[in-house]
């Protein structure tokens, strides 16, 4: 696949493809002989991982430590492993950030179906909704 190929799959940026390989969040891409990148089924599993970790709020700085464990081989199994732990414990705390949100917003938008229903919305409710 052309660099503008996978960019239009993963809604990226040519930038952002060529800063992820420069920094390592992904190892360097196949190249056509004519030097023009050339991302094999193989290059696209790290774009994919890259979007997917990223997207959950992994830093680039673990990816790039994770691909270079990678590359040394699998006497890296339990570094990798423990990496991957640390990512999941950090993505963990995110949703239950973002689960506490939908909790709060679901009891607001809850109330003010109810107001709408009945045309009333009490003191307490208004005092709720403030918070």
Known sequence: MTIKEVCEKYNLTPDTLRYYERVGVIPEVHRTKGGNRDYTEE???WVENAVCMRSAGVPVEMLIEY????????????????????????????????????DKLNYKISRYDEAIKTGVLSWDDCEDLKK
């Not at 339990?78 to 999941?88: I, M, N, S, T």
């Open 67 to 102: 691909v270079k464990l990678f590359q040394e081989g699998d006497s890296t199994f339990k570094a990798r492993r423990d990496l991957l732990v640390e990512a999941r414990v950090a993505v963990q705390e995110n949703l239950d950030k973002y689960q506490a949100t939908m």
């Open 43 to 45: 290059d696209i599993s």
